[in-house]
Structure formats: structure tokens, C-alpha cells
């Protein structure tokens, strides 16, 4: 693996102006995209957003119209899948129904030269990867899904790729195995070193396992960064929309001064402030709050003090580690509130309760359209 | 209503079923079998019907009169002995030929878009909507001296006197290859076509080019609907009268014109229906060998 990889200068996946047309529909839209060694990336996005079409052209089975694409620092955009130093795990597993286990993971080293001895070691070792050597002989349908799964990884990393893509690896799981998988694929990601480039659609998935999240829509990239950048920093309304849920205020901006943009907000009747990125005086913008950065309050007796908002509960929710909660404020918006459950005694705010919603200006998120 | 009540039943469904395909099997195939395994096993005889009784009762005792005769002449006599190895010969040439001609024309159909699929099989099911005879008899017309191959090659200059086709084993082969391509490529078709395509991009993914990937992925797991379109060529074949009679002429490969004369022309019943025991029971042993083949796999796999 080592020889592989440090032959080659340059990122393990380097992506130039990618565009792929259906017809008069693009797929992919002028994608530029850096991956960096032993990242585990994201591409994120809902169905049709061009996700698996660039996962699918870093493999070889999608032709793209225009671009490159770079792995290791090699032009690869006219090879075919067999002649790329990256493997894929297919979504469906792709298991070859008539190899055992062993043979399904040899499958890929059999056209590689090497000598036996050599195959039954790598393969004893990746077999030792899944902690799966004592059902080598099996055959793929007699295993659970979650050995499919292994194997099939098992079978992609053996051949030591530079570029490991996964396509949607966990959503043929069950939900409780797809979350201790997480944790498994991560530390595989981490013991063998191998960039991983992974699709998904739950956004659960790629916050906890991502390195890197590129977040996808109609086929273009909006905004690249760590789960805790897309998370806090949505660039544009489509992101924070997409990851979690989030409150959004509609506005226009009254003025700008030392970084500090104030929003008009008509459905709030108030003015907040937020950090300005870039926008002028006069654009329609929102302003992003998560449900989890308000809080909610009984009423206080005394004038409301500012960025406190009174309204009435309209819906309650208990989801076991928090109340949800959407309060229907005087000013007419309506915002979900988030509140963690230790702390509250078990007691929450009913239905019709009128209540005091507030949150830390710091927590305001100024997104364009 | 009375079928409506009848399915309802869950229990009774099964037995429903079973019992006719049961009850076919046993009127169509096992009354008549065994009724010409008691010919083979009588005696010829000047009378209608030409073979002496097996079972004579003359008020006191009955007799049974069995002979195995029949069945030793068989062996002895080189023309049944002949044209049973030619029967298989002919099978067994004739499945080759459309494992080698189906095979790429299932493959075709099954990798054809979804949407073009039906118009390929309705190509090739359109010559059943002739008569088989016709459709023989067509071949003549094509395949004689001076018939339309012979014509068009000597036309383009390839040939400078008609081929000898017609009345040779050839013409029997091609009649035969195409009767029975249809039934060899249906049944892969049908396995071809639930093939997961995705397996072969994972073999391309591994490293593997498309023909090698073929090789180890896609023939392995088409062989059962090889190996059940080769049985529905192979089996029919073996039987076949009418090709080689129609085709052949005078030469005879095959054993069903044998047995058509031993029945209708030397009028020998018992000889004939000990012929056609013997080639029930050759029949059997392909069948019975992929049957074998078949549950050792699935057993494997369980």
C-alpha cells in the first residue's frame, strides 16, 4: 500500500470543472473538488442531486462531457473502471452470488499478478479486518447483511486502493446496525489509511463519520467544509435547511458596521444583528437559529427585554433526550424549539401555554438566498 | 364460483395442484408408456393387433407370455443400434450448435433496453405462428441444388457449381439448429435477464476486463439456463422424425423414421415398442444426470 500510495504526488482525488448532461439535464454542473489522503469525505445531497453520478464518474461507469479528474495526481478521466487505482463498494454489495466469501474477496487480486501465497495472505488479512475468517467458506446468501456489508468492504480495500468509493454503504442496514457500523467503518477507515469517498443521503451519517462534507444540489456543490463548519455555518438557506432542522427568519439587511449586519426581520418585528459575510445594505437575506440555541421560558411579568419573543405552544413533541416543541410567536413566525430534557424535572410546557422564547444574538446565522 | 371455493382453500390448493399435474403425467405418459411396454414384451403375430396377447386365460388357467426377444434383437440388429448413436450423435451436434448461436442471442435480447425486449422475443417466436411442416419444407427450397443458397453464392461467385446440401447430414443439422434455437434461448433469456448487472461493473471495479469478466461472472451464473435450454433441445432432438425425414432423404441418422417403419411399414409392434422403450430409457439418463447435478448444487448452497 505504502509503494502505491507514495509513487504518486498530488491529492488522491482532484476533480477540474466535472460536468456530465443527460440530455438537456446536467448532472453534474462545473464540479471543482479537492480530497485530501485519509480523508473520510462526504458527498451529501437528496436523491437526484448528482451525488452518485460523481462517485460513479471517480469510478469509470459515468463518462463525463467536460473536466478531469486526477487521482493520485494521474489524469484518469478517459480510463476505464479496470484500469483505476480505485475501488468501489457497491451500494446493492455486488457480491458475486456463485464465489464464497474468501473467493469474492480474492476476486480482485486474481487479475493482479500476484503470486498465491501472496493473495491468501491479503486475503487472510482482510478477512481478519472483518473479523470474519471463521465464515470464510460461506456462501454470500447465507450471511446477514450486516457480513455482506463487511465483505464487501472487505473486498474493496483488499486491492489497497487510493481512492476507497462507498455508495451509500450503510442504507441496506437496519437502523441499529447502521449506527454502530458508523463507528466500524470509521476505525477500518482509520487502521488501513485509505481515502474514503462516500455518498450518502442521511445527514445523521455524514456528520458523525465525515472528515469533509460536500453538500449537493442539482447537480452542483454548495458548500464544502467539516461537519461543524455546514452545521454552524450554513453558506446558503439549501444547507442549513437540508442538515437538521433550523429556524429561518426572512429579512433585509437595514445596515452594516464593523462585521456586524442588522436585519430587518418583518416576521419577528424586530431587528437582529448577525455577522455580516459579504452581503449590502438592502439584500433579502435569512437568518438561521437552531431550534437547540433558544431557549424556552415561562412568561416574565415585566416588559419583554430584547431578543426575547412571547408566544403560545402549538405543538409538543418528547423524543426521550429532549422536548420539541413549535411556538406560534406574536409576531406571527412560528419556530421550533429544542430543549434538552435533563434539567426540566420531567416537567414541560403543554399545548395553549403561553411561553417566552429567546436566544443569544451570537447564535444568529446570516444566509443568502 | 366452485374453482373460487376450491382456491380459497390453502390446504387443499397444494393437493389440487400436484394431483393434475399427477393426473397428466399418468394419462398422458404412464397409461401409454407402459401400454407399448407390453407390446415390446409380446410376441409378433400374423393377427390384428399384430402381436400375440400377454395374457391368455383358456377357462382354467390364465398364462402370461413375456419375452425379452424383442429387446436382444435390438442390440443384435445394426440399423436400431446405428441410428440411436445417430439420434445422439445428431442431439448432441445439433445443442452445441445453439448453445453457440443462442447463447449470443440471449445475451442480446437481455442486454437490450428494457423497452426493446418484447420486439426481440416476438422476432423470434414469429416463425412458430407457421406450421412446423412449412416451415421444414420452406428449408428445401433454400437448400436444394438449385435453391436459393446455391443460387446466391454462385451469383456472388463464390461457389462455381451448386453444394451438395440438400438429402445430407448437413441439411438435417441446419433444419434441426433451427427448429430448436427458440427453446434454447427462451429458458436463458429468462436467467440472463434477472442477471444483477451490477456485478459485472464490481468485476470491472476489481480490475477485469469486459470479456474476462464474462468468462468468470456471467457464464457461471447463467449456467442453469444453459443447461435447461440444452435439455429442451437435447431431449426433443433426440426424437425428432420429421427434419430428418423431410431433410435427409435417404440418409438416415436418426432412430424416430427407423421406428415410423418398423411400426408402419414392417408392421413389427413388438420390435418398434421395445425401440421405443429403449430410447425413453436413454432419454432418462440426461435427465436424470442434470437432475443430479441440479440438487448436488443446491445442496451445496444450503
Not at chain 1, 284 to 305: C, F, G, H, N, Q
Not at chain 1, 332 to 354: C, M, N
Request: positive net charge; aromatic residues 10%; charged residues 20%.
Amino acid at each position: 500500500m505504502a509503494a502505491r500510495a507514495d509513487a504518486n504526488i498530488g491529492s488522491p482525488v482532484e476533480i477540474r470543472g466535472l460536468t456530465k448532461r443527460y440530455g438537456t439535464h446536467y448532472a453534474l454542473r462545473d464540479i471543482d473538488l479537492i480530497v485530501e489522503r485519509g480523508e473520510l469525505f462526504s458527498l451529501l445531497g437528496s436523491s437526484g442531486c448528482g451525488k452518485t453520478t460523481l462517485l460513479r464518474s471517480l469510478a469509470g461507469f459515468v463518462r463525463p462531457d467536460e473536466g478531469s479528474i486526477l487521482i493520485g495526481g494521474r489524469d484518469v478521466t478517459r480510463l476505464a473502471p479496470y484500469e483505476r487505482p480505485v475501488n468501489m463498494m457497491f451500494q446493492s454489495y455486488a457480491l458475486f452470488p456463485h464465489l464464497t466469501v474468501e473467493g469474492n474477496i480474492a476476486f480482485g487480486l486474481r487479475r493482479d499478478r500476484l503470486a498465491r501465497p501472496e493473495i491468501a495472505r491479503r486475503v487472510d488479512e482482510a478477512l481478519e479486518l472483518i473479523r470474519m475468517s471463521d465464515l470464510r467458506r460461506r456462501m454470500p446468501q447465507q450471511l446477514s447483511g450486516g457480513q455482506r456489508q463487511r465483505v464487501a468492504l472487505a473486498r474493496a480495500v483488499v486491492k489497497r486502493p487510493q481512492v476507497l468509493l462507498l455508495d451509500e454503504p450503510l442504507s441496506a442496514l437496519d437502523r441499529k446496525l447502521r449506527e454502530s457500523t458508523r463507528m466500524e467503518l470509521v476505525a477500518i477507515q482509520e487502521q488501513i489509511g485509505i481515502t474514503f469517498v462516500l455518498v450518502t443521503h442521511d445527514q445523521d451519517e455524514a456528520l458523525t463519520m465525515s472528515s469533509r462534507i460536500a453538500v449537493m444540489s442539482e447537480g452542483r456543490i454548495v458548500q464544502i467544509g467539516t461537519p461543524t463548519e455546514i452545521y454552524d455555518k450554513p453558506r446558503n438557506r439549501f444547507v442549513a435547511d437540508f442538515i437538521g432542522s433550523v429556524n429561518l427568519f426572512e429579512g433585509v439587511v437595514a445596515s452594516i458596521s464593523a462585521g456586524i449586519a442588522t436585519v430587518e426581520c418583518a416576521t419577528l418585528s424586530a431587528r437582529l444583528q448577525a455577522a455580516d459575510r459579504g452581503f449590502a445594505v438592502g439584500d433579502k437575506v435569512a437568518l438561521a437559529v437552531r431550534p437547540e440555541r433558544m431557549t424556552i421560558s415561562p412568561p416574565e411579568p415585566a416588559a419583554p427585554s430584547s431578543g426575547c419573543f412571547a408566544g403560545i405552544v402549538s405543538h409538543h413533541s418528547f423524543a426521550g433526550d429532549r422536548h420539541l416543541y413549535r411556538v406560534a410567536l406574536e409576531g406571527g413566525a412560528v419556530v421550533q424549539v429544542a430543549q434538552l430534557s435533563a434539567g426540566t424535572d420531567g416537567r414541560a410546557f403543554p399545548r395553549g401555554e403561553a411561553v417566552e422564547v429567546s436566544w443569544d444574538p451570537a447564535s444568529n446565522v446570516l444566509v443568502g438566498p | 364460483m366452485r374453482w373460487g371455493t376450491l382456491f380459497r382453500l390453502p390446504r387443499d390448493r397444494r393437493s389440487v395442484v400436484i394431483a393434475l399435474v399427477l393426473g397428466w403425467y399418468v394419462i398422458f405418459f404412464m397409461i401409454p408408456f407402459f401400454l407399448v411396454l407390453k407390446i415390446s414384451l409380446s410376441r409378433l403375430s400374423d393377427m390384428i393387433p399384430p402381436y400375440a396377447p400377454m395374457f391368455t386365460f383358456d377357462g382354467m388357467r390364465l398364462a402370461i407370455t413375456l419375452t425379452f426377444e424383442n429387446f436382444s434383437q435390438l442390440l443384435s440388429d445394426p440399423i436400431f443400434v446405428l441410428s440411436y448413436l445417430g439420434s445422439l450423435q445428431t442431439a448432441a451436434i445439433t445443442t452445441i450448435f445453439c448453445i453457440l448461436l443462442g447463447y449470443p442471442l440471449a445475451y442480446a435480447v437481455a442486454a437490450a433496453r428494457p423497452s426493446a425486449r418484447p420486439s426481440l422475443l416476438l422476432l423470434m417466436t414469429i416463425p412458430f405462428w407457421t406450421s412446423f411442416l412449412i416451415r421444414i419444407y420452406a428449408w428445401i427450397g433454400i437448400l436444394k441444388d438449385n435453391g436459393l443458397l446455391n443460387n446466391l453464392l454462385i451469383w456472388l461467385g463464390v461457389i462455381a457449381h451448386p453444394l451438395r446440401i440438400m438429402n445430407t447430414s448437413t441439411s438435417i443439422y441446419i433444419g434441426m439448429v433451427y427448429c430448436y434455437l427458440p427453446f434454447f434461448v427462451l429458458p436463458l433469456y429468462a436467467v440472463l435477464e434477472k442477471m444483477d448487472w451490477s456485478l459485472l461493473e464490481a468485476a470491472s471495479d476489481l480490475g477485469w476486463r469486459p470479456f474476462r469478466a464474462f468468462w468468470a461472472i456471467t457464464v457461471p451464473l447463467s449456467l442453469p439456463g444453459v443447461a435447461a435450454g440444452a435439455l429442451l433441445v437435447f431431449v426433443p432432438a433426440t426424437g425428432e422424425y420429421l427434419i430428418p425425414r423431410i431433410l435427409g432423404g435417404a440418409v438416415n441418422l436418426m432412430i424416430a423414421p427407423v421406428l415410423w417403419d418398423s411400426f408402419f411399414v414392417a408392421r413389427d409392434w413388438p420390435i418398434a415398442s421395445a425401440a421405443t422403450v429403449a430410447l425413453v430409457l436413454l432419454l432418462l439418463l440426461p435427465l436424470a444426470f442434470v437432475e443430479r447435478a441440479r440438487s448436488a448444487a443446491a445442496e451445496a448452497r444450503a
